[in-house]
């Protein structure tokens, strides 16, 4: 079957006065229905670009989209009008944010921010859209639903603002979900919550869901494949069972042991050296070079290609078979 979300070879640049950054230098990855993809990276190698180029909310200077494609059920969301491409927004894919009291807006109540995507999008009316809103804020476990409807963001504690951006995001049932560091901004006990409400909500929906993250220990339970990119570009595509059991690069080799492991208790963790680089002067050869523990002759000058490590998973290292080898 045709995946719900095809991405393909993706270019984005900003132009600034300061110069030409490449955000995305050829991203591609697909998310198919009932399926989690984890896209993860550290801050800057253009996971959120990404997914606000996907959401068509990114398509004005200074920044470019260069080449490259994003297909939504077969059919290229670049090539569509702004109007053609809001419809999808919503309905067709919908996104959350870290950031909750941000995306809710603090002078309407919860509710009413629902309802008015019910009213507008599918001419409910108001009675059928509070009812539809108290089912949402239900199905996210927000206690008291139907009296909370009525409360302001403000009202909210920060997981529950969370829970309403979620409610808010499946008012129309979108077939994919893109959440953008959901729980970041939460507590750790909060953010296993909110976690768990995700994959079920996913599970149940059998919706596609891309969960953007800088941090591989909460994707561990909940995706079914991960993407991790660096500088712009995916370095490394696999089933997540795979890419814990066998990193195939060097760059997810070293943010696995930079996680804290139970079974290693008062190890000292391992940091990754270095900064991540400069995109408007991104490394030659493989990007990741200066910060490679692995990196030898050939790794500042030549450009490494995909290797195919079979089963789906792919790799852009010179010497990906012996590393995913040695894992
Ligand atoms: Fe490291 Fe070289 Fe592989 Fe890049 S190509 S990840 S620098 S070993
Ligand atoms: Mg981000």
Redesign the pocket.
């Known amino acids: 079957t045709q995946p719900l979300l095809e991405v393909e070879d993706l270019h984005v640049e900003f132009r600034t006065r300061d110069g030409v950054a490449k955000v995305l230098n050829g991203v591609s990855y697909h998310v198919s229905a009932g399926e989690t993809l984890a896209v993860l990276g550290e801050s800057g190698s253009g996971k959120s670009v990404t997914a606000q180029t996907i959401m068509g909310i990114l398509d004005m200077p200074p920044a470019f989209i260069t080449n490259g494609s994003i297909k939504f059920r077969g059919e290229d969301l670049l090539t569509k009008s702004a109007d053609e491409r809001r419809a999808v927004r919503g309905e067709g894919i919908a996104m959350i944010f870290q950031d909750a009291l941000s995306a809710l807006n603090p002078v309407f109540t919860v509710g009413f921010q629902i309802e008015e995507q019910l009213k507008v999008r599918r001419g409910m009316s108001k009675a059928d859209a509070r009812k539809r809103a108290v089912e949402l804020l239900d199905q996210v476990k927000i206690p008291n639903a139907k009296g909370r409807v009525s409360d302001y963001p403000h009202q909210f504690s920060g997981g529950m603002r969370q829970r309403a951006m979620i409610a808010m995001s499946l008012a129309l049932d979108p077939e994919l979900l893109i959440a953008d560091e959901p729980t970041t901004a939460l507590d750790v006990t909060v953010q296993a919550q909110i976690m768990d409400l995700l994959a079920e909500i996913q599970k149940e929906r059998d919706m596609g869901m891309i969960l953007i993250t800088h941090d591989l220990g909460v994707v561990a339970d909940v995706a079914d494949r991960i993407s991790v990119m660096y500088a712009g570009r995916i370095v490394e595509h696999a089933d997540v069972y795979e890419l814990f059991r066998a990193p195939g690069?060097?760059?997810t080799e070293s943010l696995l042991e930079s996680l804290p492991r139970l079974d290693l208790k008062g190890q000292e963790l391992k940091t990754i050296k270095g900064l991540p680089p400069s995109l408007t002067n991104i490394p030659s050869g493989?990007p990741?070079?200066p910060r490679?523990p692995?990196?030898?002759d050939?790794?500042p000058t030549e450009v490494?290609a995909v290797h195919n490590l079979g089963m789906g998973r792919t790799s852009r290292?010179?010497?990906a078979e012996e590393v995913v080898a040695r894992g």
């Open positions: 690069h060097p760059y493989c990741f070079h490679c692995r990196a030898f050939r790794c490494p290292c010179h010497i």
